[in-house]
């Protein structure tokens, strides 16, 4: 292949991360430019193909993780999102098998479930929130703090 077909390539996907900002094409691009530079040295095509694949799998398997974290790090949390790694006290027995369970959080009322079903917590405790799903807060129980 021509390094003019894989400069489009690396056009293409660039424009296609652009438009979805998932961060999944660009490490793509990475490895069509490598291969492109192949190319401009008159490698071998099959060498160009693999030095794209490989290329392009280190780069999505290495540096994403990487770049998603420092991308969100900036990120502020906002309405629910806000809520996960906050205390709540709870105001009714938890018991996801009974369908039971309210706690209070920011002076608002709402309907808690823990992570197992199994685990119950009684009324007064305080509990961390996890995740929340729909209109429930997904709580897990404060480990005790050693002094």
Do not use: C, H, Y
Not at 75 to 83: H, I, Q
Not at 90 to 111: C, F, P, S, Y
């Amino acid at each position: 292949m021509t390094p003019m077909i894989w400069l489009g390539l690396v056009a293409v996907l660039l424009l296609a991360e652009a438009m979805t900002v998932g961060l999944t094409t660009i490490w793509f691009a990475g490895g069509a430019l490598v291969a492109a530079i192949a190319s401009f040295f008159q490698v071998n095509l099959v060498i160009q193909v693999l030095l794209f694949l490989v290329i392009s799998l280190v780069l999505l398997i290495f540096t994403r993780p990487w770049a998603i974290r420092f991308m969100n790090s900036n990120r502020e949390k906002t309405n629910v999102d806000s809520l996960i790694g906050e205390s709540a006290v709870i105001l009714e027995k938890v018991d996801n098998l009974k369908e039971t369970g309210k706690a209070q959080v920011r002076g608002m009322e709402w309907t808690v479930r823990t992570e197992k079903d199994e685990e119950t917590v009684e009324k007064g405790e305080v509990v961390t929130i996890v995740k929340v799903q729909g209109v429930k807060l997904i709580v897990k129980r404060r480990k005790e703090e050693i002094l």
